[in-house]
């Protein structure tokens, strides 16, 4: 039996993710608690797993225990400024603890400044969709990045806007607030996400010359069902991998080029320091005549797929090398960093594969020297999944709501075991996952 170990380059992060809204508890001033409130959701977040009560210092514990050196988190900005013209000082210094608690246990904190959720007053201005949304985002970085630079030097601005704007403002299936249905406001939204990515990032680097900022793309591996088809060919590549695009060329360009026009945006060229890559799952995808709210596509799991509990996504590794190979092609000389990677499995039956053939990918691509910088794992703990409420379960550790018990699943032992090697071993996958060992082992 082959005996190796692919190793990462020394200094990799390895982290997990998390989002303020998911995992805070008691978020009554944004958009999502009204959403909750109005039966939209599957549960409510309730305290979701407590850490504005302080709980984040059990999980901060059990990371560190892990073996991990990085966190990504985010903040609330609704916390931080619950009116337009007032800032909540205890927040601020709420967030500072953490961030502190971090450092004190040898994690590297990344923030996030937007992770989906919006301040109830922003929202009832109509959110992103408002010409003054980055102006505003701008001002709650500067004061946000002020407070907390002391601890924080990564950031990230955005996550997911093309997740955001697509599953609020289309298709109307996604069920994320604000529930509308318009191709042309999820395309002004974008739009002024990227304004006020473009915004912050310039802010931050005023505040802090050191720092280094990038938002979090989210990537879906689309492939042609028929790869003869020129129309499964047409939709995936200009409509389907247009939602891919779509942010990050623009930051690439500083042009936002859309079926309804494009939008000239000049200071978003070049404003990142690395490319924040989130990657789940991938589709095929056909032309079909009769759907007309998907651009004539139609989008579906590969049949022999391994599925998620829920059918929420499909193990399927190689998209993640693809996707790493898009990014790099996209951005040569930016470093990448994975900022969200995992499956929901309350069980644990696919995660320990999951996690070992994720990581291969990332590995392989690392052999290409591509600069891969890190891999966040989402989520540590259990949290409330945004319109699915407690229905999926992503953490390394499982988390009862209604008792706040934590209890480790054999998941964060295998990703304790990579943490600690900086790298991914044949023992390990023997010992968690052996039904993939002579796939990511051959003789
Ligand atoms: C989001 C997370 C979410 C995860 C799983 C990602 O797209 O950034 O907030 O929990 O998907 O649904």
Known sequence: ?????????????????????????????????????????????????????????ENFDRA??????????????????????????????????????????????????????????????????????PKLFEKFVRKTVEALKEYCSLWCTINEPNGYAINGYTLNVAGFP??????????????????????????????????????AAYYRSFVPYHPWSPLDRFVTKNIFNGVNNGFP??????????????????????????????YYTRDFVTFDITKPATLFGRYFFRKDAEVSENRFSANEPEGMFEGLKWAHRMFPDLPIIVTEN?????????????????????????????????????SLVDNFEWERGWTQRFGLW??????????????????????????LSSEMVQKYCPEVFEKLFPV
């Open 249 to 278: 060329s623009a930051l690439a360009t500083g042009v936002m080029k859309t079926p309804l026009g494009n939008f000239n945006i000049p200071e978003a060229k070049g404003t990142q320091d690395y490319f924040g890559f989130n």
């Open 1 to 57: 039996m082959p005996q190796a170990t692919y190793h990462f380059p020394r200094g990799f992060l390895w982290g997990t993710a998390t989002s303020a809204h998911q995992v805070e508890g008691n978020n009554t001033n944004n958009q999502w608690w009204l959403w909750e409130q109005a039966g939209r959701t599957d549960g409510k977040s309730g305290l979701a797993c407590d850490w504005w009560g302080g709980r984040w210092r």
């Open 342 to 378: 995992g499956v929901e499995d309350s069980t644990d039956w696919l995660r320990p594969r999951f996690i070992a053939e994720h990581i291969h990918q990332v590995w392989r691509a690392t052999n290409f020297n591509w600069r891969i910088k890190g891999y966040f794992h989402w």
């Open 398 to 423: 499982a988390l009862d709501e209604n008792t706040q018990k934590r209890t480790k699943r054999p998941s964060a032992d295998l990703y304790a075991e990579i943490c600690r090697e900086n790298g």
């Open 64 to 133: 560190a225990e892990g073996g991990q050196n990085a966190h990504r988190m985010s903040v609330e900005w609704s916390r931080i400024q619950p009116t337009p013209d007032t800032w909540d000082e205890d927040a601020l210094e709420r967030y500072r603890a953490m961030l502190r608690g971090l450092r004190e246990r040898g994690i590297t904190p990344m923030v996030t400044l937007h992770h989906f959720s919006d301040p109830l007053w922003f929202y009832e201005m109509e959110g992103w969709e408002n010409g003054d949304a």
């Open 178 to 215: 604000p529930g509308k249905n318009s191709l042309k406001l999820a395309l002004k939204v974008i739009a002024n996400m990227i304004r006020g990515h473009a915004a912050a990032y310039h802010a931050i680097h005023e505040i802090q010359p050191e720092a280094r900022v990038g938002f």
